[in-house]
């Protein structure tokens, strides 16, 4: 069985836009399932055993209007299907009602942007061990995705005024405010903290005698999309860093606030867990961390 990054669908009208951003992905380094025949209405009529054998990390439509098969593919995501990731193109109007609150939607036309979009996707979901599924399963998954009934009432929807990068602001400049008030009291215990506070980065520090004993860097964007923090433990001197763990501003519309979605891989001694945090809740969350870390370390 073939394996690729993504599988495409595309409206008819789309068919030479989507092309320049196929060549885009390929260029990039990125394995594409694509054929001229390939529309919306192709894998729509397609029975599992008439689909591409392959297995494919997304299913990814091109959305330029709300049809019967972008409607389930819009669908499926809502209801948890982590292969399918739509792209919404140009100002093409999605009913809220089919949005994830959770969930961040590619859009665009630009093929270099769409490009690195599709590419954070793709390294975060081999980051946290996202393994390819039959692009057969995924699509009858799809075209399984029944309606909502139309008398239920509506879930809550995402307020318009939301901004995942207002969030994203606030929660840098708490986070910041808090590691600055709370680090002079590593004194009593021999140690010295320092928090640097930046734009972009907050670099918290703890020294013993000139040596530095525990490192972590706080940045704006990273593997999740520049809406995301970013969080790298230890000292990089220059180098390249992985992510220890990101956070992405979300809109809970259970509790009808703001929160934290947490990707944790070892910056608050996780294995790759996913949970949502108040910004209260995450600081203290670091905090323990830190202090755990300093325990183990330099009593």
Avoid: C
């Amino acid at each position: 069985m073939s394996e690729y990054d993504v599988a495409v669908s595309f409206a008819e009208e789309q068919r030479s836009a989507v092309e320049e951003v196929v060549e885009a992905f390929q260029q990039r380094g990125l394995t594409v399932l694509h054929g001229p025949e390939q529309t919306h209405e192709w894998w729509a009529h397609k029975d599992g055993g008439d689909l591409p054998d392959a297995r494919v990390r997304f299913f990814v439509p091109f959305v330029s209007e709300v049809d019967d098969f972008t409607t389930a593919a819009l669908r499926a995501v809502k209801a948890g299907d982590e292969h399918v990731l739509p792209v919404l193109l140009g100002d093409v109007a999605v009913p809220p009602d089919l949005l994830h609150p959770h969930v961040a939607y590619v859009r665009g036309t630009a093929a270099d942007r769409l490009t690195e979009a599709l590419t954070a996707r793709i390294e975060a979901a081999e980051a946290v061990g996202r393994e390819r599924a039959p692009v057969s399963e995924v699509v009858a998954r799809v075209k399984g995705v029944a309606p909502q009934d139309e008398e239920v009432v509506a879930e809550p929807v995402v307020p318009a005024t939301f901004s995942r990068y207002t969030e994203q602001d606030a929660t840098l400049r708490y986070l910041g405010a808090q590691f600055a008030a709370a680090l002079p009291r590593l004194e009593r215990r021999g140690l010295v903290g320092t928090a640097h506070v930046g734009e972009t980065r907050i670099a918290v520090r703890v020294e013993r005698a000139g040596d530095t004993v525990y490192a972590l860097d706080i940045q704006r964007g990273g593997i999740g999309g520049d809406e995301t923090v970013n969080f790298v433990v230890g000292r990089q001197d220059g180098v390249a860093a992985l992510t220890n763990g990101w956070a992405r501003p979300v809109y809970d519309t259970g509790v009808g606030a703001a929160v934290l979605e947490v990707h944790d891989f070892s910056v608050l001694g996780g294995s790759g867990s996913t949970r949502a945090y108040r910004r209260e809740e995450l600081f203290t969350a670091l905090w323990q961390r830190l202090d755990e870390v300093l325990a183990s370390t330099v009593g």
